[in-house]
């Protein structure tokens, strides 16, 4: 017997992984701080961090634009 996975129990396993991925790799970025082994200035954090939101306004945007693309009806 095969079970079919409906879409928002594939969404939660998708996001969920996805976003745990996500995570792990923000921390792996977080590691690199240690001005011990690395070199960098505030312009260069700044543009990593830009770089981040920009992606996040967009990820969002297209979340908030799906959600909200129900037309109007009577």
Do not use: H, W
């Not at 396993?13 to 996805?18: D, F, G, K, P, V």
């Not at 690199?32 to 920009?54: E, M, P, T, V, W």
């Amino acid at each position: 017997m095969n079970y079919k996975e409906s879409p928002e129990e594939k969404f939660k396993r998708l996001a969920i992984s996805r976003t745990n991925v996500v995570i792990k790799n923000i921390r792996s970025l977080a590691k690199l701080s240690n001005s011990r082994r690395y070199g960098y200035d505030k312009n260069d954090i700044d543009k990593i961090y830009k770089a981040i939101q920009n992606d996040l306004k967009i990820s969002r945007a297209m979340f908030d634009k799906n959600l909200n693309s129900k037309k109007f009806e009577l």
